[in-house]
């Protein structure tokens, strides 16, 4: 019994972050809401160089061979930085089933959008039980508009006739427990910098004579923000390791942990609201970045009451 | 203890139902706090006010009609059950107007107000500083006397607000007395936006609306009439107004029920009737929505005996912000992962998260509550 | 409109506040948990003296002849004593169709067993849709214990042969109804009682050099079950009107206020333990009697949800 | 990563398995916080560690078996899951042994450790007093000096001890240097309960067992030998059992994840299965209670390999206690209007309500959250 990360799997992560730091600042989100493709530019390709995105490709196709144990750490620091980019699509679901393309996001479960479509190459696609790899430029794409801009949202039509067949079977459903156990992550990584934004704000924004994280209240809201993730971590720890070793009850853990997850985001976003006051409800400070993508992201690849209702029919 | 109301309020519902049910735009207006919105939202103040509804509580000679409360609660009930617009002017009719109905002199009166009822003149609230949000007695600009010109000369820096890029005035608090502290050596000042040294900075809020501005002050000249009330006694001015922002006029139950009302359709229309769970808690918000109307249905009757709202108010913000909250998450969970996409209820769910902030944040209200409702000790 | 008490009616509710703060201590209610009946003694005669029992009795009949908005403004007295008393099932359920016993207690709607039976003179009992009145001494007790022990509980066996038959149709409802609301009252009034009760504590207590109650995470949970009874009341107050004039809504009336005072309590009960701290935790200490009544009430006569669930099928 | 359990430690969870299903008494004990209760509770303990099963992690010398933590943690799963008695040696076992084998000396390791892991000698906690609760640093019972006899004279009254009516011993913390203020001059002692001076009163906690004593000390002689760690450092060795207490030893999962496991038999056997609300409420404790497992399994890791536990344990603390609340009271809302009824459920709610009270108050736990770890100013 070991529960932990190796370092190897430690340095990785840090290597990750301190590219993203460096990176994906919030100047680069803030310029994702307004860019044609609401996306990175450069960060993307710095990441595909690092092995980011091939992660889970296997060795002999040119991945790193590695598995979600490894990718779930390098995901919470995307969500760290609100990287603008269909990562859990591309690196998490799809590059197990088809590496190559620059850009594959996908359309499965009950998803009634496909992210960043007008950018992608690749539409990585379920019908019928099975997972389609699809040319995005043989898509029909009617565009909606999420209130985080830098997700281009899409409706998609595509035809059959189109798609090259990828995989059926168990592998659907392991994409979809990928996507959702890698949104996961990324809410972890999104709710830690909500916490860590606000407390940096609050041990300098004075009021009453005080800076105000010095009051009880807003030290409060924020210990029970911290608290939620501190217990989200291990659940989705364990939800990698158990699509890594094959667990047969890995679909119920990852569903504990996005369910989880998505909770405790949520709570780190409104704790981090409300401790900011006025300034986070401005469009101007970096607050809202995040916690829009929070917001979509704990409602999307099943929120937290769908995926509970998924362990209670494994439970109950 | 009677809960009907008399032939002749339920006359008035009739008038106020019809003439909103003729006249409400459809489609709905552009949003207020756009400049494009703003200019609709006005001619749609205009012809609310010719109707003479625009501020019904009022005297008539000032556009109203001497309308009692209940009346007040009926046309607000009505408004919002209509869907009619967002009332751009609120700040100006529901901030600021009974400060002038308390401290004004008849000319300021007289001089204010009717514009304000016709949507001529739009009033933004200059409360918060940047270094002086919550703690509002914190606030730095400051008015210096000019004695040969009869007026004072206003400086520095005010933000948050509300749609000051697109008002013609704004009320505020500014430092009179340099030597005093604190609450002491405020005065209220009611200044026009276009007056020499002023520049008027709009920013967006949560939902990207350019809902608010900053206001800066460069000298700017404003003569004695200006002044609300006594000079250097403005932090009484304003608790009065920031009394009617957290207490009655403002937040009327009427536009609760309608939400939990719109939520109800919501659900109706897109969740699963079996999950008890949705049901219990889009119940619970409904019921609390009663809860509330119902509760300022004690408050008024208590004003209209002549008796005083006190430091109660304070649990009557704290419950109604919460309670937006909680409707519009239920929405959000009910359009599961539509609810990402822009479209009234996202823009409502963005709107309720500013309720526990502005007027007043939720912890500091819950500190008077426990302090001069329950008695707690202050330190 | 006009949502008040009359002067009549808060002076009669003074009236009955004096008498109560007066003869029912804390000492008296402490008491009824060890005596024979679990019951308060004289006190249960001085509100018969006062008229409380028979309210809903008509002035022909000997009683007050006055109505639901009266009483509830007095239940919520005995709330706020803790009043060790079927004043519930006496004086608000039963009076209306059978007065002149001492003590009357019910067995309606789905209750496992009735309160104080093994020293009521009469139960009146649900059946086949009538309500019939059962000598207590024909029937057969099971007594079960409740952790607040002047409530005793037993299940109870009787026979129709036993039995007159008092009601039938809709007052079997509405007897129903009026014990829900009866114990939303109470409730407020133990809601109350524990705040007022953790206000004095907290404002005394002192702690790293200051009183407890000046600590903002004291303030605020009490502050929140302040807030939470502000609102239960007139919900209760309506309620008591609908039934009073007739009003078709009245059993939804009911639900709302019962299922409000209940959560409004426990949350009370809660705010006041957690702020008294361990003190609060001792059976020496007074709180525990109130805490103890409000979580028996709180899922008496319909618990939150169940009133909920009768309120969703009137609205949704 | 590594999440299986070696095949020696698969076999120590079968030998432990077994073993309670052998021995754990059926029906189940008397509440341990009876003196009738008690006496049956430490004839059980009696048992265990005749079967080297009171304190597996201790050395064999002790009466334990050198055990990891990670067979600690099998252990404790086995003995929740088994619905095995309460511990009522917990107090001396979990809370004070740690620091005996951190501060004590070799002679006061082989004094008291073999008779606390046997039960032949019990201990209570004598930290609060009637003016010192969360605020432990303001105690007031003194240790004067006789320095003819070499010992100490302890006066005061302690309160809250565990069980104190039943046990033969009392750790605490006594005021050695009446010069010295708060968490300064302070000096930890071992207290034999049956020393003259001593008076121990029992009251009942919430259920009405009795749960707590009272201690009062007047003039009572202790020897050095007596004194845990450096006279006047007591505070040092004091904040290593509350870390004791609030982290990992006292509240291991297998407590949480038999609970939830009980809930959910609950469940099966009471609710309404289509009834979704419910449904989603008692799969997030669980789920809660799987989440607190596995972060333990972390930070057992992280002990294993030398590292050390932080203030995250305040977080720790935070987590269980209203975990815990939050499965009773869903029991208890399972139960409908017999969850008034005295039964193992309602006693376990009652006991999960002091979870936020003791070992520091959650209000205190958050305080350190966001002061230590999350680096929030303290003023």
């Known amino acids: ?316 | 203890m009677d809960l009907t109301f008399s032939p002749a309020e339920e006359a008035f519902r009739r008038e106020v139902r019809e003439w909103l049910a003729a006249n409400v735009p459809d489609p709905a207006l552009p949003s207020g706090d756009t400049r494009e919105g703003f200019a609709a939202h006005l001619a749609w103040e205009r012809r609310l006010f010719d109707a003479r509804l625009a501020v019904v509580s009022w005297p008539e000679a000032y556009g109203g009609r001497d309308a009692s409360l209940w009346e007040w609660i009926i046309f607000e009930e009505e408004y919002y059950r209509a869907g009619a617009p967002q009332r751009v002017t609120q700040n100006g009719i529901f901030l600021l107007a009974p400060s002038i109905f308390m401290f004004g002199t008849q000319a300021q009166q007289d001089r204010y107000l009717p514009r304000m009822a016709s949507g001529e003149e739009t009033w933004g609230q200059g409360w918060s500083e940047p270094e002086a949000g919550s703690d509002l007695a914190g606030v730095k600009s400051r008015a210096v006397r000019d004695e040969a010109a009869c007026g004072w000369r206003l400086s520095g820096q005010k933000t948050w607000t509300t749609r000051g890029a697109f008002c013609t005035h704004m009320f505020g608090l500014f430092r009179s007395d340099p030597e005093a502290e604190r609450h002491r050596g405020l005065t209220y000042f009611l200044v026009p936006l276009d007056a020499p040294g002023v520049t008027v900075r709009g920013f967006g809020r949560l939902d990207g609306d350019e809902g608010f501005a900053e206001v800066f002050l460069d000298d700017v000249f404003v003569p004695d009439d200006c002044v609300l009330g006594e000079v250097h006694q403005g932090w009484g001015v304003a608790m009065a107004t920031a009394g009617s922002e957290r207490g009655l006029t403002l937040r009327s139950p009427g536009r609760f029920t309608a939400a939990a009302g719109r939520l109800v359709d919501l659900w109706r229309e897109h969740a699963d009737p079996t999950d008890s769970g949705l049901r219990d808690d889009v119940t619970r918000v409904w019921i609390d929505a009663e809860a509330y109307r119902l509760q300022t249905l004690e408050v008024v009757t208590t004003l209209s005996g002549g008796g005083h709202s006190g430091p109660e108010a304070s649990m009557v913000k704290i419950f109604w912000s919460e309670l937006d909250i909680r409707i519009h998450e239920l929405a959000q969970r009910i359009l599961g992962p539509r609810a990402e996409l822009e479209g009234p209820w996202s823009k409502g769910w963005q709107f309720s998260l500013s309720g526990p902030i502005y007027a007043g944040t939720n912890e500091i209200q819950r500190n008077v509550v426990a302090e001069r409702v329950l008695g707690l000790p202050r330190k």
């Open chain 1, 1 to 316: 019994m070991r529960f932990a990360f190796t370092e190897e799997q430690t340095d990785f992560r840090d290597a990750v972050r301190d590219l993203l730091a460096r990176e994906c600042t919030p100047a680069v989100v803030r310029a994702a809401w307004e860019n044609p493709d609401g996306r990175s530019g450069a960060v993307w390709d710095l990441l595909a160089e690092m092995g980011v995105l091939s992660v889970l490709v296997p060795e002999a196709e040119g991945g790193l061979g590695m598995t979600m144990v490894d990718l779930v750490l390098l995901l919470e620091e995307c969500g760290r930085v609100a990287l603008p980019e269909p990562i859990v699509e591309h690196a998490v679901v799809a590059a197990p089933l088809l590496s190559g393309p620059r850009t594959v996001t996908t359309l499965i479960g009950d998803a009634p959008f496909a992210l960043d479509a007008d950018s992608a190459d690749v539409i990585l696609a379920e019908a019928d039980g099975h997972l389609w790899s699809v040319p995005a430029d043989a898509c029909g794409l009617v565009p909606c508009e999420s209130v985080d801009r830098s997700r281009h949202l899409a409706e998609v039509t595509w035809s059959i006739d189109d798609a090259a067949e990828l995989a059926g079977g168990a592998a659907v459903a392991a994409a979809f427990d990928r996507g959702a156990l890698g949104t996961a992550a990324v809410l972890l990584g999104l709710g830690h910098r909500m916490v860590e934004m606000t407390v940096g704000y609050a041990s300098e924004r004075r009021q009453f004579g005080a800076p105000i994280g010095s009051f009880q209240a807003v030290k409060h809201h924020l210990a029970d923000a911290r608290t939620a993730l501190e217990f989200a971590r291990p659940l989705v720890a364990r939800a990698a390791h158990s699509i890594a070793v094959g667990d047969p009850e890995a679909a119920t853990h990852v569903s504990m942990a996005k369910a989880h997850a998505s909770d405790a985001a949520e709570l780190a976003g409104r704790a981090a609201l409300q401790c900011h006051g006025a300034i986070g409800y401005s469009y101007e400070y970096d607050l809202h970045l995040w916690m829009k993508r929070t917001w979509a992201l704990a409602s999307s690849w099943g929120d937290a009451r769908w995926h509970r209702a998924r362990v209670a029919s494994a439970i109950l």
